[in-house]
């Protein structure tokens, strides 16, 4: 399917296409947490691949969780890239609904915890 970059466009980063059997397309999503978006997006990604390939060409899609692969050129050139390290201090991004709820937690470990959380399930 040489559409399919054009088709699902940044959803890319997140996503790939594994096998197409007739008229159901395997996608697979790189993250659990995407793989819960795609099942929610499944409609449109449906529309928009009936729309181009022709209507009724894809009947159905299914989501499959599975690793990311390392891009090609990078293991023929032999360059790693080094993981960039994020920094120490944790940015707050949590609305005020959350530190309400935090607010009750007694235990700090746990309230730490959670925190990290919120923020990570911000990003």
């Known amino acids: 399917m040489r559409e399919w970059p054009d088709m699902v466009g940044d959803l890319q980063q997140h996503i790939c296409l594994k096998k197409i059997y007739g008229q ?4 697979g999503v790189y993250d659990v ?8 997006m499944a409609p449109l990604l449906l529309s928009l691949m009936n729309e181009k390939c022709g209507e009724g060409a894809v009947v159905s899609v299914r989501f499959t969780l599975v690793q990311r692969r390392e891009p090609r050129d990078e293991k ?15 940015q707050d991004r949590m609305g005020a609904r959350h530190h309400q709820a935090l607010g009750g937690v007694k235990d700090e470990q746990l309230k730490d915890a959670l925190q990290k959380f919120f923020n990570r399930c911000v990003e």
């Open 76 to 90: 023929k050139s032999g360059v790693v890239q080094e993981p960039v390290e994020k920094p120490a201090v944790v």
């Open 24 to 27: 159901c397309v395997v996608v």
């Open 33 to 40: 947490h995407w793989l819960h978006e795609m099942h929610m």
